[in-house]
């Protein structure tokens, strides 16, 4: 019976876009040799450690001669649970509809994560990554493979390599360049990439011959069996005779090179102390005093930095330290790395020894860089948490770690920013303060009963609210206790100390605005807003200086303000006066109040617009302008209630004049 699927296209393997949580593993176009159908299946691979929830991919079909036609198809894989190195999709086929198609290209355009995050595929190109070599491909040996694996492990099966913004481990693993370490077998990238090739000949060497000379042995030895075995039957001696002749022709050197392999398996299975204790019984025998020497402590060093690599409380016993002894916070690997640190330098350059110490004391200087950021991470996070002093504490101790000299004055400015936003969305006026910056003692608030009360519902806790997750404590006194400040002057103090660090001399300055609690009045009075000031000066309770002196001119100056229509007289009288010529026939007029003097103020629309003004003593009603000469001009209010404007010669005679009289 005839295969049910022809393969007409193989996609080239291990397809991958920089930065993509996934590599496209493989792919092939089949045709149906039933239906005559063709279709694409296609193999992806997971290499983040977030889960897939769902894959959106684009297949741009290609003709026999490779040329593109129709539009690309898009298809989605819906409802995964893919975690890191999970393969899928390989058991999916879809039907292309086009019978055309003889290959295709495809792109991975959209990836969606379990924890709602998203992968947008930026159109970098797709492209088959580099195959991997094995051991032995790469170093053209399969016994120098043999002896990397018996140096870095049995299950190393490929050369290391980075390509595209990823590293493969001997494991075969996928790992990202920001990853250390292997995230599957926990083996350190730098020792992978650095490996002495020259020092692992000269090991291999070693092995191969000490491997030759127990073969020989053992051959020699078989030899002299067969020997005894010919000559007992030749001469058919008596038992006691043949053993004589045993013990005579097995010579001292068998035995040694027998004890010589016992303690090299001793010394293969980890057990170092019983090979140290055989090799020295062997006194001079081949290398033995340098197995004791030089050897068995670099391989017991080498053994608890592979340890350390991976985490394996299994090094410990080779140290001996127990893990009941060690504390909560005790790092493993530190630990292991250090005295592997300290073996490797105490067997000076032996093999790699030397270089095994610099990547031992390499990976402790990235430990404890990682425990710096878990600390500075751990900073951020109460940040973050509003946690201010707590932060700032934890940043003054990770001293001159990535910014953590200005994240300490950060925080201390965080929590400013803090209260100086309270203070901007609430009545501050009657609340004291005793700010704390210290993480032991509390933020204090004073306020009145009365004050307390008068507030918007909330006040209090929104006050607590702005120290954060930093202690605060409110208390209602008749009268602030002693070293309290004002609201606003604590929180300046505060700003000062922070000197030049971001805008802190600028909130200073929005704290002095935000506490001129009249300047809403002074800008009614400066618009020429009389009962706008008027209605906000009886409204407000607190000491207003000159409050009746104001109150009195703002009552004054009232009847002045509003719209005008004319009413009789010279319609030319203003805009002659303000170098206009169309007739004025309505306008708008404001009294700018102040405490010594006052400004009318002629506001004029139409084709002409122009402002006209007029000046008075405060508490008179007689304008004057007196700025066009040889004219003076002259408004007030007439007995009918109207405004009145007039116009006299320097010889203090009247040449014009005309009524207005309010609109609507």
Known sequence: MS???????????????????????????????????????????????????????????????????????????????????????????????????????????????????????DKSPWQ??????????????????????IRYGLDCEFEPQEQQGLWFCTCGAVNHLDERSCHSCHRV???LKDVNISSLRCECAERLKAENEQQQEAVECTKEKRKKRHSLYLALIPLTIIIALIIVFV??????????????????????????????????????????????????????????????????????????????????????????????GAIGDYRDSLKNQELCLAAIDNIHTA?????????????KGKNYLAARDAFQALGDFSDSPKMVKEAVYQKALSLYSFMENNDIRSVYAKLSTDTELPSEFSLSKDAALSRAEGFVTELKDACGGD???????????????????????LFTSLGEYEDSSGYIAKIQDLC????????????????????????????????????????????????W???????????????KTEPCNFFTSSVVVGLDTVTLRINVSGNEEYTFEFTAEAGTTRFSNSDYPPYNYLAAISVLKRLAFMKFDDSGNMISSCDYSRAG
């Open 3 to 121: 295969e049910r699927y022809t393969k007409l296209f193989a996609l080239e393997k291990d397809q991958f876009c920089p930065g993509s949580p996934l590599i496209i593993c493989a792919g092939a176009l089949l045709m149906d040799n039933y239906s005559k159908k063709l279709l694409a299946q296609l193999k992806f691979k997971n290499i983040e450690n977030r889960t897939i929830n769902s894959v959106k991919i684009s297949i741009t079909m290609l003709d026999s001669a490779g040329r593109e036609f129709g539009e690309p198809i898009e298809y989605q894989y819906l409802d995964l649970n893919i975690k890191r190195d999970d393969e899928f999709g390989q058991k999916t086929a879809f039907v292309l509809q086009s019978p055309n198609v003889r290959s295709y290209r495809v792109a991975v355009t959209e990836i969606l994560f379990d924890d709602s995050t998203q992968w947008i595929w």
């Open 128 to 149: 088959a990554l580099n195959p991997m070599l094995s051991l032995k491909e790469a170093l053209g040996d399969e016994e120098l493979a043999s002896q990397y694996r």
């Open 189 to 191: 990238y730098s020792a």
């Open 251 to 344: 010579p001292g050197e068998v035995k040694k090179a027998r004890a010589y392999e016992s303690a090299a398996n001793l010394l293969a299975s980890g057990k170092y102390a019983e090979a140290e204790s055989a090799f020295e019984a062997l006194g001079n025998y081949r290398n033995s005093a340098a197995q004791v020497k030089k050897n068995i402590p670099y391989e017991k060093a080498l053994n608890i930095m592979h340890c350390a690599e991976k985490a394996d409380p299994e090094g410990l016993k080779l140290i001996d330290v127990s893990l009941s002894s060690l504390k909560k916070d005790d790092n493993i690997s530190l630990i292991l790395y250090q005295a592997a640190a300290e073996r490797f």
């Open 371 to 383: 425990n710096l950021q878990a600390e500075y991470d751990k900073a951020v996070s109460l940040l």
């Open 471 to 493: 202690k605060a404590d409110i208390s209602l006194d008749d009268k602030a206790p002693e070293g309290f400040l004002p609201y606003y002057e604590a929180l300046t103090n």
């Open 516 to 563: 001129d609690y009249t300047k809403d009045f002074f800008n009614f009075v400066n618009d020429g807003n009389v009962q706008g000031a008027y209605d906000w000066l009886n409204a407000y309770e607190e000491e207003f200086e000159n409050r009746d002196r104001w109150l009195e001119l703002l009552e004054l100056y009232m009847p002045f303000c509003g719209s």
């Open 565 to 579: 229509q004319l009413s009789t007289g010279d319609t030319s009288l203003i805009p002659t006066a303000a170098g």
